[in-house]
C-alpha cells in the first residue's frame, strides 16, 4: 500500500494564496479517485476537490471557483491550488486515494492550513 505525505499548508491572511501537494510514495493505480478532504475543529471532515481517471474533477460548492485540484502522474503528486482564502477555509487538509478496482483506501497524515488576519 503506498503512503501519502502532504505538505504546503501553513497560516495566510484572507484573500490569500496557497498550494497544497500531496506526494504518493508509489505510482497512482490506473483507475483512481484522489481528493482534498479537510476538517475544522469540532466539524465532521468534508470532501473538498477529488480528481477521478479520465481527469473528471469535482469541487464542493464552499470553494468552487477558489479551489482547484490538479495530479502530476509522473510526479505522483495531487495538488489543491487555494486562492481567495477565508477564514472558513482553517482546517487540516487530508489527501485520500481510492483505487477503483481493489478499493483499496489510504490517508496522509494532514496539514494544517489558518487563515487569519
Known amino acids: 500500500q503506498v503512503q501519502l505525505v502532504e505538505s504546503g499548508g501553513g497560516l495566510v491572511q484572507p484573500g490569500g494564496s496557497l498550494l497544497l501537494s500531496c506526494e504518493s510514495s508509489g505510482p497512482i493505480p490506473s483507475r483512481y479517485a484522489m481528493g482534498w478532504y479537510r476538517q475544522a475543529p469540532g466539524k465532521e471532515r468534508e470532501r473538498v476537490a477529488t480528481i477521478f481517471s479520465g481527469g473528471v474533477t469535482t469541487t464542493a460548492d464552499s470553494v468552487e471557483g477558489r479551489f482547484t485540484v490538479s495530479l502530476d502522474n509522473v510526479m505522483n503528486t495531487l495538488y489543491l491550488q487555494m486562492n481567495n482564502l477565508k477564514p472558513e477555509d482553517t482546517a487540516v487538509y487530508f489527501c485520500?486515494?481510492?483505487?477503483?478496482?481493489?478499493?483499496?483506501?489510504?490517508w496522509g497524515q494532514g496539514t494544517q492550513v489558518t487563515v487569519s488576519p
Open positions: 485520500n486515494l481510492r483505487d477503483l478496482f481493489t478499493r483499496e483506501e489510504t
